[in-house]
């Protein structure tokens, strides 16, 4: 079989990797796709990531037996045959033609990498690729007589080597193996202009079985970028065959092309189970916790507040400004609250993706202060102090605070979808014990 991987041909400033996925399977139609191609979202703390940290691939071959429809690019349609046979290919004019397409559409400032490979790539690449830093020496091992090239600096070899060793059928923490994205992407003519998507449309869509990520829950839109990219939206979701039924009704602008991927995107892979003692700096880990230290507020309205573990290891978490009402769950936790805590170590802090409560401490509320003999309200004489008539002078001890209900409830938290990463599962996808 032929696998390619592309990565880092977009840079902040604009252009997208996807889109040029588009562009490479128009260019090998000599060739049958098999498979979807594949939506790879790596380590999201690396310090150099463009966006999204995301790589595509692709499985080419001489299809066998059924073919779907995964995609259109104006009047040319894309299909995906479930299973192939290998073909004979030069890998070398592969590249070349690849090459040709990358130089042509990737952004000045990205550093580009393509792999070309007969096989898929170890495994064990994906998830050092997801979840810490891939160095030279482990990317070295695993090109051993593979073909690769860089541009610019070719940091995007990495990416492409480790999407293409991306089976998405592992069984993670999550039973979340993999999820689909279909990605419409705009008319040249419109880049970098307003995009016209209603929030009526994503409305309509964003209800439909395990889809996700389309719309906040405060009517914000999610599934559509603010960048100056190809992108019109991203619809993603956990049955692929909903999305290409139902796309249509996202408007009223619609797409010049659009292609199915299947992602990593939503299965949590990036988390590590960790002792709070031994996290470092760029880790995502997933960690079971005590709340050590209630909110505070900083200027801008950043939320810190710290936990502990079992083995006592202490670390302040984070839920910044773009949390929205996620911040409100927080400000509510009390010291000793049992929490798992998921998130990402950025400065010596875990930012926070999402959190589960397993178990709230009693909550107290101050009962009224005491009515003196004279019929007249008491009033506290400092704190831990007695209560006392201003009338008569009696005095009064403290009565007992009363027992109160929380007003958390068990369960998950997280922050809206416009400020979730593309790797976190959302709680409608956790499973439910
Ligand atoms: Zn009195």
């Known amino acids: 079989m032929l696998h390619i991987g592309i990565d880092d041909t ?5 252009g997208c990797t996807t889109w040029l996925a588009t562009e490479i399977i128009k260019e090998l139609s000599d060739f049958d796709l098999i498979g979807s191609p594949r939506l790879v979202r790596l380590n999201p703390n690396v310090p150099w990531k ?7 691939s692709f499985t080419f071959g001489k299809g066998k037996g059924a073919k779907e429809k995964i995609g259109e690019i104006g009047n040319f349609n894309i299909f995906s045959f479930k299973r192939g046979m290998p073909i004979r290919y030069d890998s070398h004019e592969i590249l070349e033609r690849i090459k040709a397409l990358v130089l042509q559409h990737s952004h000045p400032d990205s550093e580009p990498g393509i792999v070309v490979s007969e096989v898929f790539l170890p495994e064990g690449l994906y998830w050092q690729g997801v979840t ?23 940091r995007g070899i990495c990416g492409a080597a480790c999407s293409l060793a991306w089976s998405g059928n592992s069984n993670n923490i999550n039973k979340i193996s993999h999820t689909w994205e279909l990605i419409g992407y705009r008319k040249k003519s419109n880049w970098g202009k307003k995009r016209h998507i209603s929030l009526d449309s994503v409305k309509k869509v964003s209800d439909l079985k ?13 599934m559509v970028p603010n960048s100056p990219c190809p992108v019109l939206w991203g619809f993603r979701g956990i049955d692929y065959s909903i999305l290409i039924d139902n796309f249509h009704d996202i408007g009223p602008e619609k797409p010049e092309r659009w292609l199915l991927y299947r992602t990593n995107q939503a299965t949590d892979d990036h988390l590590r189970f960790k002792e709070i003692s031994t996290v470092k700096e760029g880790d995502s880990l997933r960690a079971e916790v005590i709340v ?15 936990v502990k573990d079992f083995s006592d290891g202490v670390i302040k978490c984070a839920a910044f400004e773009p949390t929205k009402n996620f911040r409100h769950t927080i400000d509510r936790l009390k010291i000793g609250d049992k929490l798992i805590v998921c998130g990402s170590v950025n400065s010596g802090t875990l930012n926070l993706e999402k959190i589960k409560i397993i178990d709230l401490v009693t909550r107290y509320s101050k009962p009224p202060n005491p009515i003196c003999d004279c019929g007249k309200r008491t009033h506290s004489s400092g704190k831990n102090s007695y209560y006392r008539c201003k009338k008569c002078g009696k005095k009064y001890s403290r009565p007992a605070m009363i027992e109160c209900k929380s007003e958390l409830e068990l369960g998950w938290y997280e922050p809206p979808a416009s400020s979730r990463r593309h790797l976190s599962t959302p709680v409608s996808l956790m499973p439910k014990l």
């Open 132 to 154: 810490d830093i891939v160095t030279d020496d482990i990317l070295s091992d695993a090109l051993q007589g593979i073909i690769s090239f860089g541009f610019r600096g070719s």
């Open 50 to 56: 463009t966006r999204g940290n995301g790589a595509v």
């Open 10 to 14: 977009d840079s902040v400033k604009g």
């Open 292 to 306: 050590s230290s209630i909110s505070e507020t900083i200027e801008g309205g950043h939320r810190f507040f710290t």
């Open 210 to 222: 395990g889809v996700f990520s389309c719309k906040d829950s405060d009517g914000k839109i999610a």
